[in-house]
Structures are given as C-alpha cells and as structure tokens.
C-alpha cells in the first residue's frame, strides 16, 4: 500500500489542522492506520492509531483529548483532527498502515512526511 499525508502547514498555538493520509490499494480497509510524529533532534514517536473498522483507537497522553483520528474506508483516506495545538507539537507527521488487527508500533508500511508548525 502506499500512502500520501497533507494537511500540514504553519498555524498559531491553540489553533487546528486537519491532517489527510490517502492509501493506495483495494485492501485499505483492512489495515490498522497510525499516525507518528518526529520532532527535530528527536525520535519517531506514536501519536495515534485506529483500527479496521474504526471500533478501536489509540492515542499518545501527550495528544488525549486534543487529537482525533478517524477514517472512510470508502475513501481510503484516515484523517488526523488536531486541536488546541501546542508549539511542541511542532513535527514532521507520517502516516503508517499496519497489516494487523491493532498496533501502535512495527508498522509494515510509511508515507512521507507533513511538516507541522506551531508557534507560540
């Protein structure tokens, strides 16, 4: 599967963004989709996931009641709502699939990177 993430930009602290991630591939709906951040100096790290069918997700404490991850399988698309943003949420953003039931790390698949910046 392939992957494409947009949505990313340059927005004020306490504003949202809405990322997008666009898969490739008529077994979209079967993967677990995630969502990772890397900050600069820093490594990868989990930010959200969310199963199949949408039943289940996930999130980093550092994004709880703040992020929002969902998706259309219809659209082969997962979206990543981010609200109340914060200057440390300044990240690249990826999008991941994982041919699994539930996951939050060792995804099989990565998309490139959205650039995420959150001034104070």
């Known amino acids: 599967v392939q992957l494409q993430a947009s949505g990313g930009g340059l927005v004020q602290a306490g504003g949202s963004l809405r990322l997008s991630c666009a898969a490739s591939?008529?077994?979209?709906?079967?993967?677990?989709m995630g969502w990772f951040r890397q900050a600069p100096g820093k490594e990868r790290e989990f930010v959200a996931a969310?199963?199949?069918?949408?039943?289940?997700?996930d999130y980093a404490d550092s994004v709880k009641g703040r992020f929002a991850i969902s998706r259309d399988n219809a659209k082969n698309t997962v979206y990543l709502q981010m609200n109340s943003l914060k200057p440390e949420d300044t990240a690249v953003y990826y999008c991941?699939?994982?041919?699994?039931?539930?996951?939050?790390?060792?995804?099989?698949?990565w998309g490139q990177g959205t650039l995420v910046t959150v001034s104070s």
């Open positions: 591939g008529r077994t979209f709906s079967s993967y677990t």
């Open positions: 991941a699939a994982d041919n699994s039931v539930f996951s939050t790390k060792g995804y099989d698949y």
């Open positions: 969310i199963s199949w069918s949408g039943s289940i997700t």
